[in-house]
Each structure stands twice: as structure tokens, then as C-alpha cells.
């Protein structure tokens, strides 16, 4: 018997890079997919993203932050939607919105993120700036559950890429978001396969890793 494929939202605020990944990964056509996108939230009107889904077909939502109250207010119409459309999992992907404790604690181990760094360093913004000014000669991205503190909860899957020596934030930033594009779909796929389970704040990949060791400068 074929497996339900996992029903995700997946939240936005801008150009969805990194959603285009995900629908060119998993769908919607594909039907052994899985995954399955059910809906797609900016929580800013206009957005790019938002027309990357509606030209995939998938259903979408512009929930401005704007005409809310406060943080509480957005937080609920956003949990709203999010359960109407029959989401199992919630994916952020460039949604730059701090969520309150409670929506976090109400979508606890089904809230994920992807960060522009090998978290736990580098946690915030402007990270590529701070990478080359440290100096460091690995960069990269992680995928991870939330919790309510920045960029913290339990690592699902990292990329790593060279720091190359006339690289500026703009280079290095690039060559990290091509690396989230391969990163974030693995990641999700792990997760929908039932591969990741959690084990005292820790996150464990079912299924061997490649041993190879990375290198920078390459030997």
C-alpha cells in the first residue's frame, strides 16, 4: 500500500527560491510524490512566491501582518489557515515573521526552517558578512525544527560549500542558496519518509551517511 503523501504549508514573505525548489522537486504532478503542497501563505501582499504557486496550480493565501493588531492576532488567523488547508507540516521558506511561543508550541516538531548558515554558529541575520569576517572556511545551510529562540531546535540536515578568498556576501550567498535548493527538498523527503525521528532535543536521520570528508582548501 502506497503511502498518504505528508500534506505541508509552506509559509513565504518574498521571491520563494526555495519554495520553486520544493514544487519543482515534489509537484504537484507527481504522483508518487511524498509530499504534497497544499497551500502556500505570504504573509506580504504582491510577492513573487505567491505567483510561483498559483502558476503550479497550488492554492494560496495573502495573510498581511500589517492588519493586525499584534503578534497574537497574525499568529491565529495563521494557524487558521494553515488547519483549514489540512496541513501536517508547516515549512518555512523565507518567511521573515518571528512567530509567537504559542504558534510555535502549537505546531512543535511539525515547524521547520531553513537557515543561511552551519547553525550553531551564525545564528541571526547578515550571516555571509559575519562568515567572512571571522574568516571561517566552510559556510552553508541547515534545516532544523523550530523552537520559540532564533534559530535554534533540533538539526535535520546541513550543505556545506567553500568560503573561496575574493568571495564577497553577495558570492557566498549565492553559492549558499543554491546549495538550500538541494538541501531543503532532502530534508522534506526525509521527513515525509518517517527517516527523522527525535531523540532528547536531537534529531535522528534514519539510514547511513556518506563518509567522504570535506575539505576547504581542498587537498
Given at each position: 500500500m502506497?503511502a498518504?503523501p505528508?500534506k505541508v504549508?509552506?509559509?513565504?514573505?518574498?521571491?520563494?527560491?526555495?519554495l520553486?525548489a520544493l514544487?519543482?522537486?515534489?509537484?504537484?504532478v507527481?504522483?508518487?510524490s511524498?509530499?504534497?503542497?497544499?497551500t502556500?501563505i505570504?504573509?506580504?501582499p504582491?510577492?513573487?512566491?505567491?505567483?510561483?504557486?498559483?502558476?503550479?496550480?497550488?492554492?494560496?493565501?495573502v495573510?498581511?501582518?500589517?492588519?493586525f493588531?499584534?503578534?497574537?492576532?497574525f499568529d491565529?488567523?495563521l494557524d487558521?489557515?494553515?488547519?483549514?488547508a489540512?496541513?501536517?507540516?508547516v515549512?518555512?521558506?523565507?518567511?521573515?515573521?518571528l512567530?509567537?511561543?504559542g504558534?510555535?508550541?502549537?505546531?512543535r516538531n511539525?515547524l521547520?526552517n531553513?537557515?543561511p548558515a552551519?547553525?550553531?554558529?551564525?545564528?541571526?541575520?547578515d550571516t555571509h558578512?559575519?562568515?567572512l569576517k571571522?574568516?571561517?572556511?566552510?559556510?552553508?545551510?541547515t534545516?532544523?525544527?523550530?523552537?520559540?529562540?532564533t534559530?535554534?531546535?533540533?538539526?535535520?540536515?546541513q550543505?556545506a560549500?567553500?568560503v573561496?578568498?575574493n568571495?564577497t556576501?553577495?558570492?557566498?550567498g549565492l553559492r549558499?542558496?543554491?546549495?538550500e535548493?538541494?538541501l531543503y527538498?532532502?530534508?522534506?523527503?526525509?521527513?515525509a519518509?518517517?527517516?527523522?525521528t527525535?531523540?532528547?532535543?536531537?534529531?535522528?536521520v534514519?539510514?547511513?551517511?556518506?563518509?567522504?570528508?570535506?575539505?576547504?582548501?581542498?587537498?
Amino acid at each position: 500500500m502506497v503511502a498518504k503523501p505528508l500534506k505541508v504549508a509552506v509559509l513565504i514573505s518574498g521571491r520563494g527560491s526555495n519554495l520553486q525548489a520544493l514544487i519543482d522537486h515534489f509537484g504537484p504532478v507527481i504522483t508518487s510524490s511524498p509530499v504534497r503542497i497544499v497551500t502556500v501563505i505570504s504573509n506580504r501582499p504582491g510577492v513573487q512566491g505567491i505567483e510561483r504557486a498559483k502558476k503550479a496550480g497550488i492554492p494560496t493565501a495573502v495573510i498581511d501582518h500589517k492588519g493586525f493588531p499584534d503578534r497574537i492576532a497574525f499568529d491565529a488567523s495563521l494557524d487558521r489557515a494553515i488547519r483549514e488547508a489540512g496541513a501536517e507540516l508547516v515549512v518555512l521558506a523565507g518567511f521573515m515573521r518571528l512567530l509567537t511561543e504559542g504558534f510555535v508550541a502549537a505546531w512543535r516538531n511539525r515547524l521547520i526552517n531553513i537557515h543561511p548558515a552551519l547553525l550553531p554558529s551564525f545564528r541571526g541575520t547578515d550571516t555571509h558578512r559575519r562568515a567572512l569576517k571571522r574568516g571561517v572556511k566552510m559556510h552553508g545551510a541547515t534545516v532544523h525544527f523550530v523552537r520559540h529562540e532564533t534559530d535554534t531546535g533540533p538539526i535535520i540536515a546541513q550543505a556545506a560549500v567553500p568560503v573561496l578568498a575574493n568571495d564577497t556576501p553577495d558570492t557566498l550567498g549565492l553559492r549558499v542558496l543554491q546549495a538550500e535548493h538541494k538541501l531543503y527538498p532532502l530534508a522534506l523527503r526525509l521527513i515525509a519518509e518517517g527517516r527523522v525521528t527525535l531523540e532528547d532535543e536531537r534529531a535522528v536521520v534514519d539510514g547511513r551517511a556518506d563518509p567522504t570528508i570535506l575539505f576547504s582548501p581542498a587537498l
